[in-house]
């Protein structure tokens, strides 16, 4: 065979074989490509079921039934089962060296449980109390334990039964305003309730506080 046909036929399958290895090249970067778009794909879908089952489980851990009070003219709500008792005003012994908010102690049945003024907690200005003023006991977690604390509030409004698509998350206030202690706003009958976390009103020192007092 001439030297010069040699020559052509093995361009030719150079150039076949460049061709084809290019052509596998871009094959296997579509398949590549293809599978990690589809990897995305099945992570963004597992990302979005896990979001909405957590979304689920939020809307349920906050629906039930809660107790219904009022902070200078405002709806508050507790979950019904953190309510031990209410009652009206009674006498409360003082305790010194205690926050503002800390009102003292009561003797109830034996025992002996501290009462707060949840108006002066909350920086409201401080009311004089009424007939309508109501100490509801609650239990929260402290660091030892449950223990039992009285919350004085304007009035006891109802027990109300709260869906869990009527709760919504709390607005963001800004980072100086804490609103870790808010559950969520719960929109009944055009207006808003605001549904505390009563585990988190207070903060550690001043659960500890408390403790001293019981």
Do not use: C, H
């Amino acid at each position: 065979m001439p030297t010069q046909r040699r020559r052509e036929i093995n361009a030719a399958g150079f150039r076949s074989a460049a061709y084809w290895r290019l052509y596998n090249n871009v094959k296997l970067k579509k398949l590549k490509t293809n599978q990690i778009n589809g990897q995305e794909g099945v992570i963004g879908m597992e990302v979005q079921e896990e979001t909405s089952v957590q979304a689920q489980e939020t809307l349920m851990d906050r629906e039930g039934k809660y107790l219904t009070f009022t902070l200078a003219g405002e709806e508050y709500g507790i979950g019904i089962l953190k309510v031990r008792e209410i009652f009206g005003m009674m006498p409360i012994t003082s305790v010194p060296q205690t926050p503002v908010f800390v009102k003292g102690v009561i003797n109830l049945r034996g025992q002996v449980i501290p009462v707060i003024d949840l108006r002066l907690k909350f920086g409201l200005e401080e009311l004089e109390y009424s007939d309508r003023t109501s100490i509801i006991v609650v239990e929260v977690k402290g660091r030892t334990g449950n223990m039992q604390i009285g919350i004085v509030v304007d009035s006891v409004s109802e027990v109300v039964n709260i869906k869990g698509e009527d709760i919504e998350d709390t607005p963001m206030f800004g980072a100086r305003l804490e609103t870790e202690y808010i559950l969520g706003m719960a929109k009944m009958e055009g207006k808003v309730n605001i549904l505390l976390d009563i585990d988190r009103v207070l903060n550690a020192d001043e659960l500890a506080a408390l403790e001293k007092t019981a």
